[in-house]
T-cell receptor, first 116, second 115 residues
């Protein structure tokens, strides 16, 4: 069974600074995908960034980048130039493909607060 | 159009009521999912439909009854719920069951309160 661990229940960052949200994972599946989602208080899960297990380069999407260290089984999210609107819950998730199909499993989440 | 819509946004129901949650996507996705999320917790998978067939039921109590009438529509029928079933119910879709890279698109959720 796969496991996703986010060790930071809460993080604080000053506006315009960068912040790293940690995520480690454990899986026996050689083919897997790692996702980061943002969930504001409104509830919608907003997709941010994806990294495949065979991708050679770290994924980037605008101000979001994923620091993928496969040997250490970590997939940390880096948000550059934080904005007040970045305050939200952030979930790391992993797609694992089994004979019964794919499933997306989430970590416990990190509540990010951006201070002005 | 990369949108998954869910109705209603909010629902309050008594323990003897019958209600339904609706989810719709027009992206041509062939896999659709129901997740349940309690406050301050991650979403938990309830059901997976692939090509309109129920593929995964995560041992969900029978008071939750999913239905996939067509490839665009997913319903969750609710009957005789308990107060502990109060949660945010999220619907998601993906192109197919093993899709990459962006995979899962989520709707805004239905906030359910059982009184």
């Amino acid at each position: 069974a796969q496991k996703i661990t986010q060790t930071q229940p809460g993080m604080f960052v000053q506006e315009k600074e960068a912040v790293t949200l940690d995520c480690t994972y454990d899986t026996s599946d050689p083919s897997y995908g790692l996702f980061w989602y943002k969930q504001p208080s409104s509830g919608e899960m907003i997709f941010l960034i994806y990294q495949g297990s065979y991708d050679q380069q770290n994924a980037t999407e605008g101000r979001y980048s994923l620091n993928f260290q496969k040997a250490r089984k970590s997939a940390n999210l880096v948000i550059s130039a934080s904005q007040l609107g970045d305050s939200a819950m952030y979930f790391c998730a992993m797609r694992e493909t089994q004979t019964s199909g794919s499933r997306l499993t989430f970590g416990e989440g990190t509540q990010l607060t951006v201070n002005p | 159009d990369t949108e998954v819509t869910q109705t209603p946004k909010h629902l309050v129901m008594g323990m003897t009521n019958k209600k339904s949650l609706k989810c719709e996507q027009h992206m041509g996705h062939r896999a659709m999912y129901w997740y349940k999320q309690k406050a301050k917790k991650p979403p938990e998978l309830m059901f997976v439909y692939s090509y309109e067939k129920l593929s995964i039921n995560e041992s969900v109590p029978s008071r939750f009854s999913p239905e996939c009438p067509n490839s665009s529509l997913l319903n969750l029928h609710l009957h005789a719920l308990q107060p502990e079933d109060s949660a945010l119910y999220l619907c998601a879709s993906s192109p197919d069951w093993a899709s990459v890279p962006t995979g899962w698109y989520f709707g805004p959720g239905t906030r359910l309160t059982v009184t």
